[in-house]
């Protein structure tokens, strides 16, 4: 293998770290080998695990080791040595916060974060940087322009935030900012607010094509809060024109400047195939904030794709009505993807409707973790033909990959919880009504992965029991099924069940939400019989 470089880079670039480092000590022939493996990716780096510490002590006496060689040649480093092989960099603020306790470590003229950071720079230059958080207040010192200078230009993904009111030169900073950006730039999450009328007048574009060259890859957009008064207009004008290749655009907020939008979009993003409306959550993990949009909204944000949505993820307490469900349908027949979080309380019929409909849809489930997913009746979720009591066909039969539907509103006279809903209307409806179920599902031969349960979700009796006595081998169908999820669900899965999937879903390696004590016999056999298969006990149920 020593002696084919392509099949050696292809094993080792999939390697973990401690594999690597383990491969690094068998000889000086691997240590040499591995060790630009080892250096390459240092996304995994942040100051709260121990490769963070060992990582920010090694620059932190490099950087000494440079301070203190005033005379004679310069020992080589370790930055020397092993930076120039560095491609991808941690997330910058995960580095500076490792640095920041390293220099706390030094007293008097000891080197400052900043310092030490600049230092690592030096020795980085084929390096991109997967994220920075960059606000207006930020101090314009000489150290934050040489970091700036740096970082833009191998940047990944950019956050920026901060208001153009009532600063003079909030323009021009922007601009100073994004221009350093280059093509190595996807995704873009502004949180900028409007500009006063009297520094509209300043922002009239004039950008040249090598400027707008520079944003030829970004795909993702996030706008956090979307205001067009009168007087910011040429502020989005500036921005609507360096976003022709976006395919993603993600809308947080928005006040009641949604037809300047959706005309932003269909004038200046041929491109777009993704919508996400109501997303509270930034590229990286800042806080969840709740954002309201009602239906007229979502609606006219829908119409905003030239060539139809491929992918639509509605998040948050967003109203999605009637309207929006008219928008939809427009877009039945490029949908792949549908994410919908159960706070936005579509009607089953709705997303019944939804998976009817598209010839295309590969996946349907909840938009957020750990919101729970979308519900759905379990009569509703049938689709009985009234006039022939019969299945109705699905258009997304041989196409869905992914499905994540809570399926409600099944008596089960077997449940201990005393409730309407386990009231039969009838002598053995909730037998019927899963086996329809089970008949409805069975039709969905792709199927990869079947969400019906929430491990962090309410305990739900009204359920499948997913039993081979209710009907659970009307599945045997299921030939592509990898995953299965009952979680705080009251399933009767025993040894029998997990049996009969191991036997009739030859892929089957994932089953998510067995009760360690209710379900222990299934937990039992899997682990006995079919390691293979992962078993992921769910939390307690009530």
Not at 197 to 211: N, P
Not at 520 to 525: F, H, L, P, T
Request: hydrophobic residues 35%; negative net charge.
């Amino acid at each position: 293998m020593l002696d084919l470089p392509e099949l050696l880079d292809n094993v080792l670039r999939r390697l973990r770290r401690h594999d690597l480092s383990q491969c690094a000590q068998v000889n000086k022939q691997w240590h040499a080998l591995t060790i630009p493996y080892l250096w390459r990716d240092l996304i995994c780096i942040h100051s709260g695990n121990a490769r963070g510490e060992a990582f920010s002590k090694i620059i932190l006496e490099d950087y000494l080791q440079e301070k203190g060689s005033e005379e004679g040649p310069q020992q080589s480093s370790a930055l020397s040595k092993y930076g120039p092989l560095i491609r991808r960099l941690p997330i910058l603020m995960n580095l500076e916060t490792a640095l920041r306790s390293q220099a706390c470590t030094q007293q008097g003229n000891g080197p400052t974060t900043n310092d030490l950071l600049l230092h690592f720079f030096k020795f980085t230059s084929k390096a991109q940087v997967e994220f920075f958080r960059y606000g207006f207040k930020d101090p314009e010192s000489d150290e934050m322009k040489s970091i700036l200078a740096f970082t833009l230009p191998r940047l990944r993904s950019l956050y920026i935030e901060g208001s153009l009111q009532g600063t003079q030169s909030g323009l021009f900073k922007f601009k100073s900012v994004l221009g350093l950006c280059s093509t190595t730039l996807r995704d873009l999450e502004v949180d900028v607010r409007v500009l006063r009328a009297d520094e509209a007048v300043d922002m009239e574009d004039k950008a040249t094509e090598d400027e707008l060259d520079c944003w030829t890859s970004l795909k993702e957009l996030t706008l956090r809060p979307f205001s067009d008064t009168w007087d910011a207009g040429p502020f989005w004008s500036w921005m609507w024109k360096r976003c022709g290749q976006v395919n993603h655009l993600r809308v947080h907020k928005i006040d009641k400047s949604t037809p300047s939008l959706v005309q932003a979009m269909l004038a200046h993003m041929p491109n777009l195939q993704k919508i996400t409306v109501g997303d509270s959550s930034s590229l990286r993990g800042m806080p969840y904030v709740n954002a309201e949009m009602e239906d007229d909204v979502v609606a006219a944000l829908l119409s905003g794709s030239c060539h139809g949505w491929k992918s639509i993820s509605i998040r948050g307490t967003v109203n999605f009505g009637q309207e929006s469900m008219n928008t939809l349908a427009m877009h039945y027949s490029t949908l792949e993807e549908f994410y919908i979080d159960d706070h936005c309380d579509m009607p089953s019929s709705d997303l019944v409707q939804v998976l009817r409909s598209c010839p295309r849809l590969h996946t349907l489930s909840y938009a957020d973790w750990p919101i729970d997913c979308s519900t759905v009746n379990g009569s509703t979720f049938v689709d009985l033909d009234p006039d022939t009591g019969l299945l109705k066909p699905w258009l997304c039969e041989g196409s869905l990959k992914s499905l994540a539907v809570k399926i409600y509103g099944i008596p089960r006279l077997d449940s201990e919880e005393e409730s309407s809903l386990n009231v039969e209307g009838y002598p053995g409806q909730g037998r019927e009504v899963q086996s329809q179920v089970y008949d409805r599902l069975g039709r969905l031969t792709s199927l990869e992965t079947l969400r019906l349960g929430d491990e962090y979700g309410i305990f739900q009796s009204d359920c499948l029991e997913m039993s081979l006595e209710s009907g659970l081998d009307k599945l045997s169908g299921l030939r592509s099924l990898k995953e299965l999820n009952v979680g705080k669900m009251a399933i009767k899965i025993g040894t029998q069940e997990v049996q009969w999937m191991v036997e009739n879903w030859p892929k089957f390696s994932v089953i998510r939400g067995l009760d360690e004590d209710r379900d222990v016999e299934a937990v039992k056999w899997l682990e006995e019989n079919c390691p293979r298969v992962e078993v992921s006990v769910s939390l307690m149920p009530f």
